[in-house]
């Protein structure tokens, strides 16, 4: 049998095209444009003074912080989900986007008795959920905070 044709040629020579094509790829990705990446305000000036940005892009991941609402539940769930989706909304997102909820309640069976407000804005979306009732948020009028993560289109 010719050597060109014997099994640990055809191998060595199988392992470097893989290990050339592996190579191209690895480049290839190298010169792929950095996603962009940073703080994203809402209301620039305030959250600069307070030290922190209504959400984060890292890479094609958004992280947007906790949104509060006071006052009855059945109030206060419509407002939040309402700012979370013109947070998305700038973002070229929307609730099919989100991957990751983060719910907090003063009164979780006030919050539960509203899930089809909630509902309404995730329009058929389940995102990973961990809702927990909290003694207090950070002011004493508050009864809900929800933080998304939410997932860019590759």
Same mark, same amino acid.
């Given at each position: ?39 994203? *305000? ?9 030290? *922190? ?9 958004? *992280? ?57 804005? *995730? ?32």
């Amino acid at each position: 049998m010719p050597a060109a044709l014997t099994p640990r040629p055809l191998l060595i020579a199988l392992i470097s095209l893989l290990a050339s094509l592996h190579t191209a790829s690895a480049l290839a990705q190298a010169a792929t444009p950095v996603k962009p990446q940073g703080c994203v *305000y809402g209301h620039e000036a305030s959250e600069r003074d307070i030290g *922190y940005c209504q959400a984060v892009r890292s890479g094609n991941m958004l *992280y947007i912080s906790g949104i509060v609402a006071a006052g009855p539940m059945d109030k206060a769930v419509p407002q939040v989900y309402e700012e979370l989706r013109q947070v998305l909304k700038r973002q070229g997102l929307d609730f099919s986007n989100v991957v990751k909820e983060n719910l907090y309640a003063t009164d979780l069976p006030a919050m539960l008795t509203q899930m089809e407000a909630r509902k309404r804005f *995730y329009a058929g979306a389940t995102p990973a959920a961990t809702w927990a009732q909290v003694q207090k948020l950070f002011a004493p009028e508050l009864v809900l905070e929800v933080e998304l993560i939410a997932a860019f289109p590759r």
